[in-house]
């Protein structure tokens, strides 16, 4: 292949990657991802695993509650 | 939709989330067990194994007839044989287990239909077998970061895909309405990886680019296998596991989505920043560099973010085997990006090109960044999966220790000899005539440096040793009674004592 043929398949490609990203912020737009970001930064948290809790330690360590 | 859905179910386009398949913790950890566990008995093996490839080629840099008389273990084959079982053997089947586990969790959903995990999990270890086998043998390609021969890829692009789609159906029918910030690195990576491999796969394989073309899309390749694959599973999963032990949401959720765009726009482009002094074209160098340099944004954010979510926990931090591992991890991540920041500039570059300098970038990002957030994520993991303890302390912290000081006795060992190795090579009299005439007495020069990077290799095959013997304990040991079997908290909390 000559160098006008793999600049194309890398045109491609790049546009394939561009737009998919593209298309992931809209996306991400029109579902209201972007907006309230604050209140989705708690959303790792549950009743199993709560906020204030520390859920790791050394075995046979026993773990505080915080706030 | 029923409560087990069928195959075809699962990977239809259409369709809608049915809120009463919203999965406890609990209930995602028991659907990743087995499939979570073979990938990580697998990475366990091939770390070893990489270690033990790894220490016998840097043995080999200060004493070259060491094991020479076998053609099997030459440096470039053991050099490579270490390479792959680390990035392919450890580095992916470790992804596997922690992937998939996450998005799961993030996503409220049951991992689906696992016994295609567990046929991918037995496909992909053949793979990296018959690959490593094939680089020893001396079927090698040469093409760094794709040295496996041919006859492994298309083992190694099945897999891949079915692993990959796994994630994606994961999150397809996740039953949150919120996608956190790690589920953005991680379905990026399980997208950017295929791009990046078929495109390195038809350029220098199946119809291989020659000359200039080749090095750019080497380095495109190896490069974005760091920042487009392994960086952003390691940023996913540190942005999940750092505030969930802590119990305390990330600092700035704001600039953890800044830093994964900024991730996402400039890092593909600064792989050509290897072949600055190369004849590539000028304004591809350019291109490179600045995107080098504009890394300084996302890189900066996630420090930031992550240094002040810990801000007031270091206590809590420290005696969680999981903060320490992948705190080292993100610590690091921040140095490793600035320094590589700095080496895309030319003035620098043209000291550390070629020499070890290099070697100790590239170990400081694979192993002191992503592969100790990785260890973290096996400390967390693995007691929801099992429901039971580790079951030793000590060898934790002698896995931490081992391997933190060693990786950092080793960067610190490469950088520092591989710069002044490269001052020496261009040193230049007045006259203009080169003040070490003879290159090989700067080889020479090189050498106490070489075997602190032995001692470095030996204290992680020791940290990795005692890692190796935790997990198969804890494998193998019996979980005693009157432990919770909830998804946390496996010992009793202080108002539970």
């Known amino acids: 292949m000559d160098w006008g043929q793999y600049i194309l398949i890398g045109f491609v490609f790049a546009c394939l990657f561009f737009l998919g990203a593209a298309l992931a912020l809209h996306w991400a737009h029109r579902h209201g991802q972007l907006t309230n970001l604050e209140k989705g930064a708690q959303s790792i948290f549950d009743e199993d695993e709560p906020m204030g809790e520390i859920t790791d330690a050394f075995p046979r360590k026993r773990r505080k509650k915080k706030n | ?497």
Request: net charge positive; proline share 4%; aromatic share 14%.
């Open chain 2, 1 to 497: 939709m029923s409560s087990n859905p069928s195959l075809l179910q699962s990977l239809s386009p259409t369709g809608d989330a049915d809120i009463s398949l919203k999965a406890r913790l609990g209930e995602v950890d028991a659907s990743m067990r087995k499939p979570a566990m073979l990938f990580l008995v697998s990475a366990v093996f091939w770390l070893l194994l990489g270690t033990v490839f790894a220490l016998v080629a840097a043995i080999k840099a200060t004493n070259p007839d060491f094991l020479g008389g076998t053609e099997w273990l030459t440096f470039g084959r053991v050099r490579s044989a270490h390479l792959n079982a680390m990035i392919f053997g450890w580095g992916n089947n470790v992804i596997f287990a922690v992937a998939p586990w996450i998005m799961g969790r993030l996503s409220r959903a049951r991992i689906r239909h696992t016994s295609i995990l567990l046929i991918a999990g037995i496909f992909w270890n053949i793979a990296v077998t018959v690959g490593i086998f094939g680089i020893l043998r001396g079927d090698m390609i040469g093409v760094e970061w794709l040295e496996m021969p041919s006859y492994a890829a298309p083992l190694i692009i099945i897999t891949y895909a079915l692993v990959g789609v796994w994630v994606i159906i994961a999150f397809r029918w996740r039953q949150t309405d919120h996608v956190y910030v790690s589920q953005w690195y991680l379905l990026a990576a399980f997208f950017w990886l295929p791009w990046l491999y078929t495109v390195a796969q038809i350029m220098l394989i199946f119809e291989p680019a020659t000359g200039v073309v080749q090095s750019l899309t080497n380095w495109w390749f190896a490069h974005n296998v760091l920042g487009l694959w392994l960086t952003p599973i390691a940023l996913g999963v540190a942005y999940y596991l750092i505030p969930k032990v802590l119990g305390r949401p990330i600092h700035s959720y704001y600039l953890s989505v800044v830093g994964f765009w900024a991730l996402a726009l400039f890092y593909n482009w600064a792989g050509v920043h290897h072949l600055i002094g190369g004849p590539v074209p000028a304004w591809v160098i350019s291109a490179g560099t600045v995107a080098s340099v504009m890394m300084v944004i996302p890189v900066l954010v996630v420090g930031i973010n992550h240094h002040l979510t810990v801000v007031g926990l270091h206590k809590e931090g420290w005696a969680s085997p999981t903060i320490r591992f992948v705190m080292f991890g993100a610590i690091n991540y921040t140095f490793v990006s600035l320094t590589g920041s700095l080496m895309a500039l030319r003035h620098v570059n043209e000291v550390t090109h070629f020499t070890h300098f290099t070697v100790g970038h590239a170990h400081h990002g694979v192993y002191a960044f992503f592969t100790m957030i990785m260890f973290g994520a096996v400390y967390y993991m693995m007691p929801r999966l099992l429901l039971r303890e580790w079951p030793n302390a000590f060898l934790i912290k002698v896995h931490w220790w081992m391997a933190g000081m060693g990786i950092l006795l080793m960067v610190v060992a490469l950088q520092v000899g591989g710069w002044i190795q490269g001052l020496q090579m261009n040193a230049l009299n007045e006259d203009g005539t080169p003040v070490y005439s003879s290159f090989i007495q700067i080889v020479e020069n090189t050498r106490p440096w070489l075997w602190l990077r032995s001692l470095s290799g030996l204290m992680i095959l020791i940290g990795h040793l005692a890692f190796g013997v935790n997990v198969f304990w804890m494998i193998f040991s019996r979980r005693r009674a009157g432990e919770q079997t909830a998804p946390t908290l496996l010992s009793p909390t202080t108002e539970q004592a």
